[in-house]
């Protein structure tokens, strides 16, 4: 059975703080690895990972994956209250397109 | 405007009525998915379409059936609705990546609340 677990469950920071969220998956077959955000509404979009190595940068947001050890990270730096939100992750197992989730990681930035 | 979108965002129902959730997308992708999102569960996929003549189970499908009336149509029902049922419901679309992989974009949501 596909899996995806993500790490830690839940976060509080400071304002401020770097954070690194995990997320490392068992499947049969990969295609590619997603990152969402998640506020009180539907997920939205950040990156879509599919080589090892290469990281993706969008502002203070980073990712990268590594295939050969399974998992996935999600930097964010400087973090700010507006990132407080539930991060997801997603593999892709090119199995028509389906996407298995993590239960994701429930950030909350203090100030 | 938005460019996936559900109607109705919240609905509250009684054991053994019959729900239709819609979704409508203005992306012009070929793909559509239903998924329904619980506490500590994560999303996990309903059904799926990659056409409008192509449907299929997903992981949880039982309980649910669902209809593709155009590219941009896709909907969710619940022919008898149980209390198990209550979540929030997810619709998303994808295109076929050229590279293979697909990015997938989700609808604001359905709120399904089963008494």
């Known amino acids: 059975e596909d899996k995806v677990v993500q790490s830690p469950l839940s976060l509080v920071v400071h304002e401020g703080d770097t954070v690194t969220l995990n997320c490392s998956y068992e499947v049969t077959n990969f295609r590619s690895l997603l990152w969402y955000k998640q506020e009180k509404k539907a997920p939205t979009f950040l990156f879509m990972l599919t080589s090892s190595g290469i990281e993706k940068k969008s502002g203070r947001l980073s990712s990268i994956l590594d295939k050969k050890e399974l998992f996935s990270i999600l930097n964010i730096t400087a973090t700010q209250t507006g990132d407080s939100a539930v991060y997801l992750c997603?593999?892709?197992?090119?199995?028509?397109?389906?996407?298995?989730f993590g239960t994701g990681t429930r950030l909350q930035v203090t100030l | 405007d938005a460019d996936v979108t559900q109607t109705p965002r919240n609905r509250i129902t009684k054991t053994g009525k019959r729900i239709m959730l819609e979704c409508s997308q203005t992306k012009g992708h070929d793909r559509m998915y239903w998924y329904r999102q619980d506490p500590g569960l994560g999303l996990r996929l309903i059904y799926y379409?990659?056409?409008?003549?192509?449907?299929n189970k997903g992981e949880i499908s039982d309980g649910y059936s669902v209809s593709r009336q155009a590219q941009a149509k896709f909907s969710l029902s619940l022919e008898s609705a149980i209390p198990n049922q209550t979540a929030l419901y997810f619709c998303a679309t994808s295109d076929r990546g050229g590279t293979g992989a697909d990015t997938q974009y989700f609808g604001p949501g359905t709120r399904l609340t089963v008494l």
């Open positions: 379409s990659f056409d409008v003549k192509d449907i």
């Open positions: 997603a593999v892709d197992t090119g199995t028509a397109s389906k996407l298995t």
